[in-house]
């Protein structure tokens, strides 16, 4: 147990549980970018539901969307956290934890505030659907990304997070890891989408990807259609290109773009407190 809002326990504690050697690549840490980044990437502007406020990934309606497959891995993983640390909300939990992966995993450093709740009205829950689908295109992702609020640029820098983790045929039916090195934070993403001769193929289960053999690693590296979708399109494209040639204004943009996408939804006075957890989802009282 540690003092309630001392986050920095907490961060310590998330960083020392991202090496696990049986799992994946060898680190928690990606699986733990995606679900901070699914907690949060429900958020509908227009009707102000969804987003990472009430973790309603812990209930059916949520957790049990096909689009969330594989991210109770993730939340296993950091129930010690919040074993430990039992003051902290889920909802705070599932975003720092992402934002930690990232800085740990080499990235850069992302401004996170705590605050968020954890109670759910079921009015407010999102409906399934609000994820992206990565067997579709520029149209889609915009549909998607822009009922968030996120801008074009906004949505090919939130995308490098690909740099990271890898597909799994039993959770998304792709399969494969975009880069190399796929628990290092970096640009390799929008570099190799560039330059390498992406050939399509469709896999067993019959699922359409995007594959490149990479001869030196031994290894076929993969793309959905999603990302190549950011190489075809006009507006996306030279977002691609000054993220591959600038790793720098890459993780400059990546850092505030991510620190927005998990405080959607977040409502909070001029001095960080949050507004609407109170009253957030019909006027609970912690
Ligand atoms: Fe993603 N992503 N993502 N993604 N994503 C998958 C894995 C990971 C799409 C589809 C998939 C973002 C955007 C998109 C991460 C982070 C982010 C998988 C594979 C699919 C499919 C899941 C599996 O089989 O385990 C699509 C489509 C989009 C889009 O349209 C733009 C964004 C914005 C992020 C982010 O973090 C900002 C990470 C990390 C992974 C690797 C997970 C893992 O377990 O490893």
Redesign the pocket.
Known sequence: MSTPGDYSAVRKDIASLLHQPGY?DGSAG??L??L??HSS?TYDYETDTGGSNGAGMRYEAEGGDPAN??LQ?ARVFLEPVKAKHTWITYADLWTLG?IVAIQEMGGPEIEWKGGRTDYVDDSKLPPRGRL???A?GAD??RF??YRMGFSDPM?VC??G??T??????D????HGAWVNN?TRFSNTYFRLMLTRNWKEKVLDNGVRQFVYYDEDAEEELMM?P?DMALLSDPSFRPWVELYAKDKERFFADFAKV?SK?VELGIERDEAGKVTNADNFRGGYHS
């Open positions: 994946d990606p699986v970018v995606r901070a980044w990437g497959a594989g891995h992402g992206p689908d990565g579709q889609h992702i998607i990304f949505i939130l995308s997070a690909h990271l983790g890898r597909c799994h045929s959770r998304s039916g792709f796929p959905l999603t991510f996408l």
